[in-house]
């Protein structure tokens, strides 16, 4: 009976605790509710009692500061664009707190109705952004860019030793830099603007840059004047010069004012959202910028795209808007290239859907850790490769695309990647301890192949090495781009085969000489009104060759390149 009681007690207690417990938690809500109610009636009170400044200067003054923010920022008032909204939350901070020090308005009102925008900006674009996500549209993401398979041989074509680039933008930078001290009057005013545009200017594959001013007060001292040279970089011969522009550029990236070129488009265009910025130059020797106009393809902040252009004359300041498909033809860059790796890869990786990208993954592919440019049809195409998701050191081809329209073709190419190929490279010449840089792809004889810079401390390349695509053992190394095509020409295995377009001609010897390369002996021709080389190995054409000699007229069979002529035979 004692036990049971004592249970009873022990109960009781614990139910009492819990009561009390309760009641302390009441009292505690009935005073919040007061303190609630107490700051809510002093703030009303203080609202009635506030003498402040008439509510259409506080507007006023909260425009001033906006401008001043947009003129340093410089959003696009785009919905399409996140820093918009961030743009209209600082908005209506500014005026609560312009309101808050200086005005009469009710706090209560205006901070109860500035919560709730504030809420509304935030949300709005996360929900948006969320619902525009790969995993609700991955087939659209995978649509952002149409992709051709096409035969690599058929489009890709032979170009001369003279027009491959072999600079990339590090190397231009060293180069360029050297060339500051070649006229007196800038090299204490100016300096070079990091831009290095590849394009292509009468056919020759070049990176350019403008000039910047090199610090405010040079600003002030050269504004009204411009900017009059911009740097060309041959990317063949690896030569640089300071060239005069016709006309100085009097809007620049490196102006601080109106005529900073972002600015200056940006209050001719405010809703346009801008993408990259590049300088070109046309080829009466006029400075441009191309600025590249963005759009969202998908829901209201997914899928980003390009839908035209803002040419700018870096001179006048003359704006003028392309859509994509009007874009002058002069223009080479367009598209970001980052935005092209980016769709790739969407393509590659949501073509069969959100689910497969990320279980089974069948058929995913992603590009290769890298890509760079070729100069084809006076275009210029980013060229990069294709593997499989799991990254196993092969090729499953290649894509190009056009970096002024956005045509993409897919060559179907089982290769060896680029870094595999960089390290091929490397090994012919590890005694000299050079770094390869970023292979580009040539055509060389109908076969995907590597051209890679053999780069010493300074970052100039100063060999270079061709390797197979399909068999990156086979490599060859030189000290100039023609050396190293006229060896890999001498060791292919495919170099004494006619190609589909092989024909006879008679010339008549201008001009013959001979080399000895790897112990092959190569024969260089020139024929009389005929601006080809005729190239020949001398283990092919026969000891007739040995003694030809300028005036003979011989008839040879062989495979036409540009601007040359593979000799395989001569023929009675």
């Known amino acids: 009976m004692d036990f049971n009681q004592n249970n009873y007690k022990g109960f009781k207690f614990n139910f009492d605790f819990g009561k009390g417990q309760q009641q302390d938690m009441k009292g505690q809500s009935q005073s919040f509710k007061e303190s609630f109610a107490e700051l809510k009636r002093k703030i009303k009170d203080r609202d009635s009692n506030r003498k402040g400044k008439n509510p259409l200067l506080i507007i006023f003054a909260a425009l001033v500061i906006m401008f001043i923010i ?88 032979e170009i001369s030793y003279d027009k491959v680039p072999i600079v990339d933008r590090d190397a231009a930078v060293v180069i360029g830099s050297r060339q500051m001290g070649s006229v007196q009057e800038v090299v204490s005013q100016f300096e070079i603007n990091d ?28 504004f009204r004047n411009g900017i009059p040279y911009y740097v060309r970089i041959d990317m063949a011969t690896q030569e640089a010069e300071l060239t005069k522009l016709v006309k100085p550029l009097k809007y620049s990236k490196s102006d601080i004012l109106m005529r ?42 997914g899928g980003t795209d390009v839908e035209g252009a803002i040419v700018t004359n870096g001179s006048t300041g003359e704006s003028n808007y392309y859509k994509i498909t009007d874009v002058p033809s002069w223009v080479d860059r367009v598209y970001p290239s980052s935005l092209i790796i980016q769709q790739l890869d969407y393509r590659g990786k949501f073509t069969s859907g959100f689910i497969n990208s990320i279980i089974g993954q069948q058929n995913v592919t992603k590009t290769t850790q890298g890509y760079n440019y070729v100069p084809l049809n006076d275009d210029i195409y980013l060229y990069t490769g294709v593997t499989s998701i799991r990254s196993d050191s092969s090729n499953l081809g290649f894509y190009f695309v056009n970096l002024r329209t956005k045509e993409a073709n897919f060559f179907s190419v089982p290769s060896a990647d680029e870094v595999s190929a960089m390290n091929s490279a490397a090994g012919q010449i590890q005694e000299k301890n050079y770094t390869p840089a970023f292979p580009i792809l040539l055509n060389i004889k109908d076969r995907p192949t590597y051209l890679i810079g053999l780069k010493d401390v300074s970052g100039l390349a100063k060999m ?12 060859s190394v030189g000290n100039t781009v023609q050396e190293v095509i006229d060896q890999y020409y001498s060791r292919s295995d495919t170099s004494s085969l006619p190609g589909a377009d092989a024909d006879e001609r ?9 080399v000895v390369i790897e112990g092959n002996t190569i024969f260089y021709i020139m024929a009389e009104d005929d601006s080809d080389v005729y ?17 003979d007229a011989l008839n040879i069979f062989g495979n036409p390149r540009e601007n ?7 023929r009675p």
Not at 564 to 570: A, R, Y
């Open 195 to 222: 831009n290095y545009t590849q394009i292509n200017i009468k056919g020759v594959p070049v990176r350019v840059s403008p000039l910047a001013y090199s610090d405010i007060i040079k600003y002030f001292i050269n």
């Open 260 to 301: 900073n070129i972002t600015r200056h488009n940006r209050f001719k265009y405010p809703t346009k959202m801008f993408g990259e910025t590049n300088f070109e130059v046309d080829d009466e020797e006029n400075g441009f910028y191309i600025t590249s106009v963005l759009t969202r393809r998908i829901g209201i902040l």
């Open 70 to 157: 947009f003129f340093l920022t410089l959003p696009a008032l785009n919905y399409m664009a996140p820093e918009f909204y961030s743009f209209l939350i600082t908005a209506v901070i500014v005026y609560n707190v312009l309101n808050l020090v200086f005005g009469k308005m009710s706090i209560l009102r205006t901070g109860t109705i500035s919560v709730a925008m504030i809420a509304i900006l935030v949300i709005a674009p996360i929900v948006l952004g969320f619902l525009s996500q790969p995993i609700f549209r991955a087939k659209s993401y995978s649509r952002l860019i149409l992709v051709e398979d096409a035969n690599f041989a058929d489009t890709v074509k």
């Open 464 to 475: 270079f090495a061709l390797v197979d695509a399909e068999n990156y053992q086979n490599v």
């Open 506 to 514: 008679t010339i008549v010897i201008e001009k013959i000489q001979s």
């Open 535 to 551: 190239v020949g190995n001398a283990k092919t054409l026969g000891a007739e060759i040995v003694f030809a000699k300028p005036g």
């Open 564 to 570: 040359q002529f593979d000799i395989l035979e001569i």
